[in-house]
């Protein structure tokens, strides 16, 4: 069974700061996809960025990096230079070639000023 | 427009009223699914459909039904909505395999009196 665990129910960081959220999750396919996406309160649900289980390399997007330790399970969200616009419940996903996604139950970051 | 559209956005309807939420896309993909998002909590899985003649039950499917009258309309049902059931709805799109992102709808707001 495929398994996301986030522990981190709540998150604070000061602008302009480094923040990472935590990901573990399991799953005995050797093939799959692990995806970070940000929900404000507004409700939708944000696509910010994906590592393959194969990648050699740590996934970036601009001001967001994945962590990826595939030995430890972990795929964390770093998030450079955090923003005020950056509050919001970050989740955590992974996908096999079966098709079927896991959620997290969610972290909620909050910026301030 | 969004590649993955939700109707309606909102909606109250009473105990014991049967409601239909509607989801089309735009991008072409094979798969579709309906996730529930209860107030502060991550995602579950109701239905999933990896092409129209092919829909699978998800870890909640009680209470609902769907129907996939195509590729790219896949619809939720609430044959006689109850007030747990009151949660945020998506509607999700995706290709098939491990790395292929998963496009959510806008999210539909659904309040059960």
């Known amino acids: 069974a495929q398994k996301i665990t986030q522990t981190q129910p709540g998150m604070f960081v000061q602008e302009k700061e480094a923040v990472t959220l935590d990901c573990t999750y399991d799953t005995s396919d050797p093939s799959y996809g692990l995806f970070w996406y940000k929900q404000p309160s507004s409700g939708e649900m944000i696509f910010l960025i994906y590592?393959?289980?194969?990648?050699?390399q740590n996934a970036t997007e601009g001001r967001y990096s994945l962590n990826f330790q595939k030995a430890r399970k972990s795929a964390n969200l770093v998030i450079s230079a955090s923003q005020l616009g950056d509050s919001a419940m970050y989740f955590c996903?992974?996908?096999?070639?079966?098709?079927?996604?896991?959620f997290g139950d969610g972290t909620t970051l909050t910026v301030k000023p | 427009d969004a590649d993955v559209t939700q109707t309606p956005r909102n909606r109250i309807t009473k105990t014991g009223k049967r409601i239909m939420l509607e989801c089309s896309q735009t991008k072409g993909h094979d798969r579709m699914y309906w996730y529930r998002q209860d107030p502060g909590l991550g995602l579950r899985l109701i239905y999933y459909?990896?092409?129209?003649?092919?829909?699978n039950k998800g870890e909640i499917s009680d209470g609902y039904s769907v129907s996939r009258q195509a590729q790219a309309k896949f619809s939720l049902s609430l044959e006689s909505a109850i007030p747990n059931q009151t949660a945020l709805y998506f509607c999700?799109?995706?290709?098939?395999?491990?790395?292929?992102?998963?496009?959510f709808g806008e999210g539909s707001w659904l309040t059960v009196v």
């Open positions: 459909s990896f092409d129209v003649k092919d829909i």
């Open positions: 999700a799109t995706s290709s098939g395999g491990s790395g292929n992102t998963i496009y």
């Open positions: 996903a992974m996908r096999t070639n079966a098709g079927k996604s896991t």
């Open positions: 590592q393959g289980s194969y990648d050699q």
